[in-house]
């Protein structure tokens, strides 16, 4: 069910409520869109191993690798920072963090939820809060609690700023996604709910990558694929990293080929786990059957 008594709440009570409800029994139900840390993995870490499929070139330096992108339990900020309206949202940004270009900082994310509300076709339903915590081990991150109407991205000082903005763009999809499908929203096929806030984060997550047909076709050439509705849990941040890159080129070509309207009725049916939707109901193929067909458009 939605909760609309936080978007009535003054910043500093939202705040207060905020660190009180964000217990971990919340933090399970609140979206597939936990994590995301690197998704980004390709090009913060340009000069290890992984960028021999990155879009982004050796420009980019000082990231440190969090040690687990899945921690539920850290997810809970501690917040001190003051809210400041942007458009659609407030950006509450923790003190001491991006001290010199908050300004900077709030266009960029009006930029991104301009951009993203454009590729994923429609808007927030109503306010909400875009928070920029500090992470104290440094690590990149972000998770959407989208019933709360806020969405959160996990940064320091050390992380250039548009990294951050490129993780909040994914999770800014997160929460358009909850406001243009409801409650179903949180019981959606996992491939179909990071498939969509990936895809609708479009040149956040491409960098030099025309689309994502491309940068996964790079990706599966240099020897990195999964089967679709792959778990990644316990496979790794490379394992996620690449399937949230699958998903992404998953949903495009699901759209792509077949409709935004079919999507849309596919998306609410989901049970959670990836490959939960009723693939066979909306498009009336199994997913095997349209695993194939993305797997023939991925070399067009
Ligand atoms: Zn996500």
Not at 18 to 39: D, M, P, Q
Not at 156 to 169: E, G, K, W
Not at 202 to 212: H, I, V
Not at 243 to 262: M, P
Request: proline share 4%.
């Amino acid at each position: 069910m939605y909760d609309t008594r936080k978007s009535s709440l003054s910043p500093a009570e939202f705040l207060r409520s905020l660190r009180e409800n964000l217990t971990l029994a919340r933090l399970a139900i609140l979206t597939g869109g936990l994590i995301v840390i690197s998704l980004l993995l390709s090009w913060p870490l340009a000069n290890n191993s992984s960028d021999r499929y990155s879009p982004w070139p050796n420009s980019q330096s000082g990231f440190t690798r969090p040690e687990n992108d899945q921690t539920l339990g850290n997810a809970a900020p501690s917040i001190t920072g003051d809210a400041l309206p942007v458009a659609q949202f407030d950006m509450i940004v923790d003190d001491g963090l991006y001290t010199d270009d908050r300004r900077a900082l709030a266009d960029d994310l009006k930029q991104a939820l301009d951009y993203v509300t454009k590729r994923f076709g429609s808007p927030p339903s109503s306010r909400f809060n875009a928070v920029v915590a500090r992470d104290a081990s440094c690590g990149l991150h972000g998770v959407a609690y989208t019933e709360e109407r806020t969405v959160q991205v996990s940064s320091c000082n050390d992380i250039a700023r548009p990294r951050a903005v490129a993780i909040m763009a994914h999770e800014f999809v997160h929460q358009l996604a909850q406001d243009r499908y409801g409650p179903a929203h949180l019981s959606a096929d996992l491939m179909l709910a990071e498939g969509v806030a990936t895809w609708g984060a479009g040149e956040y997550w491409l960098g030099s990558q025309p689309d994502f047909r491309s940068y996964v076709r790079g990706q599966r050439d240099s020897g990195i694929f999964y089967a679709l509705a792959t778990d990644y849990t316990g496979k790794g941040i490379d394992a996620m990293n690449a399937l949230y890159y699958q998903w992404a080129s998953f949903v495009d070509f699901l759209i792509a080929t077949y409709g935004r309207e079919k999507f849309d009725h596919l998306y609410v049916t989901g049970h959670g786990t990836p490959g939960s939707a009723d693939y066979r109901g909306v498009y009336d193929k199994d997913l095997g059957a349209l695993e194939q067909e993305w797997q023939a458009w991925l070399d067009q």
